[in-house]
């Protein structure tokens, strides 16, 4: 097979071969399993070595279609429950391509004035559906990994000031160990990126109210009162993985402010409750701590990869970021760099796809997206209710439904097989999406509503399926 450039003459068939398999693809999608029977033996189709020679383009694509279209899950489907997973708008989706085709890096203005541009009102345009303060720095990342990373390296960096330590500098070699508190909630891709950027896992001192749930304010404001002014990192979450719940964070940011400390906020789909009035006061006070990042492909319903770091300080983030060559804009430059601002220096335009989301359907559109799946989340703990095998676990303040099955005369034990045996044959079974998860020492199911496409009919047909499978893993027991 020759050189690329003498097969370019392939591409306008490639991207037509694309388009017309999308539109079918995009086109059964109401309908479709969450996944396809044979997914995994699909999946493992793909394998060999390196060929020699190459297909062609229109061979390979082809066969990614036939094998690909097997084997991926349905993610961007209503019936997508699994690990709060949002879908696609039309906007984001067609913006998604324009970005592929344009393949700009959105390190730096000079490399792309389009990137830069789109990426700076996008975040000036999030903080206002967000409502935080328009002199917020902010960055748009992969997602709420390196959202939370971006925002603790500039936590780290206040922290190095602090005791006046230039941390980018000098490292942590010697440097007195950060003290972090957090509540029970606390998400592990924040405790990865404490990882990643050298403060410890094991930095972590938890301070739940009843042993796993909302940060004890109690036990916070001793503990800080312990570190006699010395600087700490406090984290809060805003939408807890399981329930939906969330830290008291207003109060947080007041003991923030008393003691000096540094208030992180991981949002990661629940700073979206910011945008309705109905639900807004679950998220009151974030707009006074010190970071809080959320992730584009939940709520906001654009392409992976995509989330934000938003900074109360902005010109902390270039003090960890900044990087310098020869051959780079100058960190001085007046322009938008935002390769400076992250931990990328290759980066995609990920402003394109949330600029168009955003410019498509505004403000009211994405409250009026919230405001029906917080209806869709009370439907689904009604029918839980009703349902005698059902049984709810907690309350459901945003979009997180966390239940179990519980049949009659089972007991605990038992009850905690059935779950675990139940989230395994909801994956397998594929008509819906949802998997288990332990919950206040019970095993639980934990659906999350936030892909624009779902209805009553798919959150319905999810209770149906729990039924159904459950009844008959529980004649098993």
């Known amino acids: 097979m020759p050189d690329p450039l003498e097969l370019q003459r392939e591409t306008d068939a490639a991207l037509t071969l694309i388009v017309d398999e999308a539109v079918r693809y995009l086109a059964a999608l109401d309908e479709s399993p969450a996944r396809l029977p044979g997914a995994a033996a699909a999946a493992a189709r793909f394998d060999g070595s390196l060929p020699d020679e190459g297909s062609g383009a229109l061979e390979a694509l082809r066969e990614l279609i036939e094998l690909g279209g097997q084997a991926a899950v349905r993610s961007s489907g209503p019936r997508m429950f699994h690990f709060v997973t949002g879908g696609v708008t039309p906007a984001a989706l067609g913006a998604d391509w324009l970005t592929s085709a344009l393949d700009q890096n959105a390190f730096s203005w000079v490399g792309t004035p389009l990137g830069s541009r789109l990426e700076a009102v996008t975040v000036g345009w999030l903080k206002e559906l967000f409502h935080l303060p328009a ?11 390196m959202a939370n990373f971006t925002a603790l390296a500039a936590a780290r960096h206040w922290y190095g000031e602090r005791l006046g330590i230039d941390i980018e500098e000098r490292g942590l070699t010697g440097v007195p160990p950060v003290s972090v508190f957090s509540g029970g909630y606390v998400h592990a891709s924040v405790v990865k990126a404490l990882a990643m950027l050298g403060i410890g896992r094991g930095s972590v001192r ?5 042993g796993v749930g909302r940060l004890d304010l109690d036990a916070l404001d001793a503990s800080l009162r312990d570190l006699d002014g010395a600087p700490a990192i406090v984290l809060g ?13 207003d109060a947080m940011a007041d003991l923030a402010e008393r003691y000096g400390v540094w208030l992180h906020v991981d949002g990661a789909f629940g700073l979206f409750a ?30 992976y990869d995509s989330g934000f770091a938003f900074v109360r300080d902005p010109m902390l983030l270039p003090k960890a970021f900044t990087a310098s060559a020869e051959y ?3 960190p001085q430059d007046p322009q938008p760099n935002f390769g400076y601002l992250g931990p990328e220096m290759s980066r995609r335009a990920r402003g394109l796809t949330a600029w168009a989301s955003l410019r498509a359907y505004g403000r009211n559109g994405y409250r009026a997206m919230i405001e029906r799946h917080l209806d869709l989340a009370q439907r689904l703990a009604r029918r839980i209710d009703e349902e005698p095998a059902l049984e709810l676990l907690a ?30 044959a909801i994956v397998a079974d594929g008509r819906v999406y949802a998997g288990a998860t332990t919950y206040d020492g019970r095993v639980a199911l934990r659906p999350a509503i936030v892909n624009w496409r779902t209805t009553e009919r798919d959150v319905d047909a999810l209770a149906d399926v729990v039924i159904e499978l459950g009844t008959e893993i529980a004649r098993d027991l």
């Open 135 to 145: 002199a917020w720095g902010g960055i748009l990342t992969t997602g709420a990994t």
């Open 206 to 210: 938890r301070l739940p109210v009843d």
């Open 237 to 249: 979450t805003a939408g807890e993985v399981n329930t939906g719940d969330f830290d008291p964070i």
């Open 274 to 303: 910011r945008v309705s009035p109905r639900v807004e006061r679950l998220a009151a006070g974030i707009e006074r701590a010190d970071s809080v990042i959320a992730d584009g492909h939940k709520w906001l319903n654009v392409p």
């Open 328 to 330: 780079l804009p100058s």
């Open 395 to 424: 309350e459901v303040p945003l979009i997180v439904v966390c239940f179990r099955f519980r049949p009659p005369r089972l007991d605990e034990a038992a009850l905690d097989e059935l779950n675990r045996r139940l989230g395994e």
